[in-house]
T-cell receptor, first 112, second 117 residues
Framework: AQTVTQSQPEMSVQEAETVTLSCTYD???????LFWYKQPPSRQMILVIRQEAYKQQNATENRFSVNFQKAAKSFSLKISDSQLGDAAMYFC?????????FGGGTRLMVKP | GAVVSQHPSRVICKSGTSVKIECRSLDFQATTMFWYRQFPKQSLMLMATSNEGSKATYEQGVEKDKFLINHASLTLSTLTVTSAHPEDSSFYICSAIRTGWANSPLHFGNGTRLTVT
């Protein structure tokens, strides 16, 4: 069974600084997708970034980038120039076929 | 962009009654939809995978007779909580995969907060 682990229940970052959220996963599949989702207090799930396992290049979306280490099964999210609106729960997710697994989440706090 | 509409956003019901939650893909067809339950300050727990035209696949520990899932069309899946009890109070959220877009980003509904009194 696939597992996704987020080892940091809470993280804090100063506004305008950079923070990295960790995610590791366990799988025997070779073809899969990884996602980071943001869940603000409204509880809406917002896709932040997506990475295809077959791509070696790390995905980037504006201030958000990932460090995808396939051999290490690691998928960390870097948020640059943190903004107050980045404060939320962040979930790492793994998708292979129709099997989706979420990590336990990391609560990110942004200090003004 | 692809939109998933979930209704109602909030519902309060009395113990013993049934509640139906709808999940609609508004501008795309969704062969597969997922239903999750989320307790406060916890992650999303997959309850079941709903496939259009076939029976849903339930995760271990989820009572299929209590949480009835129907996916009668490519744009609509429903979750019915039957004979609801206070312990069923939770946040329920659905998501959908666009048909023909294997491993496409999941599109989420805005969730339903169920309170059983």
């Amino acid at each position: 069974a696939q597992t996704v682990t987020q080892s940091q229940p809470e993280m804090s970052v100063q506004e305008a600084e950079t923070v990295t959220l960790s995610c590791t996963y366990d799988t025997s599949e070779s073809d899969y997708y990884l996602f980071w989702y943001k869940q603000p207090p409204s509880r809406q799930m917002i896709l932040v970034i997506r990475q295809e396992a077959y791509k070696q290049q790390n995905a980037t979306e504006n201030r958000f980038s990932v460090n995808f280490q396939k051999a290490a099964k690691s998928f960390s999210l870097k948020i640059s120039d943190s903004q107050l609106g980045d404060a939320a729960m962040y979930f790492c997710a793994y998708l292979a076929g129709n099997m989706l697994t979420f990590g336990g989440g990391t609560r990110l706090m942004v200090k003004p | 962009g692809a939109v998933v509409s979930q209704h109602p956003s909030r519902v309060i019901c009395k113990s013993g009654t049934s509640v139906k939650i709808e999940c609609r893909s508004l501008d795309f067809q969704a062969t597969t939809m997922f239903w999750y339950r989320q307790f406060p300050k916890q992650s999303l727990m997959l309850m079941a995978t709903s496939n259009e035209g076939s029976k849903a696949t339930y995760e271990q520990g989820v009572e299929k007779d209590k949480f009835l899932i129907n996916h009668a069309s490519l744009t609509l899946s429903t979750l019915t909580v039957t004979s609801a009890h206070p312990e069923d109070s939770s946040f329920y959220i659905c998501s959908a995969i666009r048909t023909g877009w294997a491993n496409s980003p999941l599109h989420f509904g805005n969730g339903t907060r169920l309170t059983v009194t």
